[in-house]
Structures are given as C-alpha cells and as structure tokens.
C-alpha cells in the first residue's frame, strides 16, 4: 500500500522559510515524477513544483520560481519543498504526489497518488 505523509507546515511570518517533507512508503521515488501542489480555500489545486526523479530536472510554476526549491533524498526516500521568501497568498493546503500517469508534470489530473496534505499560513 503506498502511502505519503507530508510534514512541515505551520504558520509563519511574510519574509519567512519552511521546508515541506513527503515521505514515502510502499513507493520508491526514485524512477517516476513527483510533485507538490497547494490549494487555497475557494481555488483550483495548483501545481508549484515537480521534479523527474530519474534525471533530477525540475519544473517551477512561475509563482514560485526562484523562491521555492524541489529535491530529493533518495537514502530517505524523502521529498522536500523548500519555501523561502513566504508571500500571503502562498498560505494554502500543500499537499505531495506521485507516480505520474503521463502528462503535464504539473497537472493534478497527472500523478496517482497523493499525500493528505499540510497547512502553510503565512501572515503579513
């Protein structure tokens, strides 16, 4: 059974960092895409981040490039979104995925399997 937990949100102030985790069970990383989204109260999900896990290339949505970085921890089976500079309307539901289906790497329709999600609120 695959599971994959997130870890790491929380509240923080505009200007701030926080380092997202996905750990993963029952699923290897390392030969798929994966990605993280986040969904605001009232939006659609939206993709931020998404790395080929086999040749390490990466894909940022423009919202976020430049501030937020994707990696991977193959020895820990781990994925990491780390979020520095923090703006308001990043706060949203961030949640992990996995195993791309084929398609957009940042399309939510893509990936088969999904973590339950962690909160990032970030206030000015």
């Known amino acids: 059974q695959v599971q994959l937990v997130e870890s790491g949100g929380g509240s923080v102030q505009a200007g701030g960092s926080l380092r997202l985790s996905c750990a993963a069970s029952?699923?290897?990383?390392?030969?798929?895409?994966m990605a993280w989204f986040r969904q605001a109260p009232g939006k659609e999900r939206e993709g931020v981040a998404a790395?080929?896990?086999?040749?390490?290339?990466?894909y940022y949505a423009d919202s976020v490039k430049g501030r937020f970085t994707i990696s991977l921890d193959n020895a820990k089976n781990t994925v990491y979104l780390q979020m520095n500079s923090l703006k308001p309307e990043d706060s949203a539901m961030y949640y992990c995925?996995?195993?791309?289906?084929?398609?957009?790497?940042?399309?939510?329709?893509?990936?088969?399997?999904w973590g339950q999600g962690t909160q990032v609120t970030v206030s000015s």
């Open positions: 995925a996995a195993d791309s289906s084929g398609g957009w790497v940042l399309g939510w329709t893509t990936y088969n399997y």
């Open positions: 790395m080929n896990t086999r040749s390490g290339t990466t």
């Open positions: 029952g699923y290897t990383y390392g030969n798929n895409f």
